[in-house]
């Protein structure tokens, strides 16, 4: 519910066109707000697959996972392994999933080119806070994978400042993922 809620707060904030980056980011979106729902109102029961609850036949896997887009064929890094240039929406969404996963969870390591990183967690309000006032105030219909690095920083610097931890991680998770 929260997913489909989501995109209605696309159409009418950011209106991302549903095909290619801005599509992706559009999925992602959704994706990130059903996943904060489900964690605050049920933290008991919650992990990171996308649409494990829809699988009916222990045939069926989850569409998606916002802990390792790769293990599903999507991408967790931008242009990295996995990456479709004009591909699916639901599949490139795999990198800003991966990057809500970082700014929720925390994680340090080597991305996909060996670029080290170290995201300290955040709030999930003030994450939320960030994406939200990216898709009211920043994005726009045709935004894409890098608009989205420079918005959310914007947003978060208006939000927090620029010296923040919020800040500070929201750099690290984007540089996990290949940004910029």
Known sequence: ????FAHGITSENAKLVYSNE??????????????????????DNFDWPIGHEIVA?????????????NIYNNPKMYKGKHWRDGGSVHSNSGVLNHWFYLL??????????DTVYTVIPLEMQDILDIV??????????????PDMYTYSLLACES???????QYRSLEQAWKAVGLP
């Open 104 to 113: 929720v969870e925390g994680g340090s390591g080597k991305n996909e080119v």
């Open 159 to 165: 939000l927090f400042g620029i010296n923040s931890q």
């Open 57 to 69: 036949t222990r045939f069926a896997r989850p569409l998606r996972s916002m802990q390792d887009p």
């Open 22 to 43: 801005s599509g992706a980011l559009n999925e992602a979106f959704s994706d990130i707000i059903g996943k904060a729902f489900e964690k605050i109102v049920d933290p």
């Open 132 to 145: 939200f006032l990216c898709q009211t105030s920043y994005l726009m219909p045709g935004s894409t994978y």
């Open 1 to 4: 519910v929260g997913h489909e």
